[in-house]
């Protein structure tokens, strides 16, 4: 049996292109995984942001407060004094007034490490949830890349290649018991 020059062209061709094709869909899948891990960084920055403004908010939230506080007490001299009174029970309400402005500029301060807290650990979530999903798509692309070429060699006409035909029995399989 002769070689057939136009079967090997064809089985070359289709060969070189199944190839290349393989090769473009590997390059897509890494360059998809270059672009998850990026997402993940450029999210976990976000929220890295968003814990120090959460952080100078806090800070400004308490500041506000202390001002506020400060302000009344200032307002609370003057009228008790306009009024001629400095005994126990004024002292008492500006001690409590005190102690009130304090314990509000403590909640502040905890709700801001909350806040801090939660947004850290999602920045930290979402740094490695890009890192495992772009693993994950390189995986699947060396697992895709590897079939692909698989399934390439799997059509290669290798029987263009041989000079002796296999054997072929002289009976129909039918007929051969």
Partial sequence: MAIDPISIALGV????????GASKQSKAEEDAAKKAEEVGKLQARQYVTEMFLAQTQGFRQSQQRLRSHKQSEAQNFAYFAAMG????????YLNRQKEIANE????????????QSNLETTASVA?????????GI???SRVNLISNI????QNFPITAF?????PTTPFPRSQAK
């Fill in 13 to 20: 061709a289709s060969t070189a292109l199944g190839i290349a």
């Fill in 85 to 92: 009174r400095f005994d126990q029970s004024v002292e008492a």
């Fill in 104 to 115: 509000d500029v403590e909640t502040i301060e905890r709700q801001s490490k909350v806040t």
């Fill in 127 to 135: 740094w490695k949830y890009g890192q495992n999903e772009a693993a």
């Fill in 138 to 140: 390189r995986a699947q």
């Fill in 150 to 153: 698989g399934k390439i060699a």
């Fill in 162 to 166: 041989r000079s002796n035909p296999p």
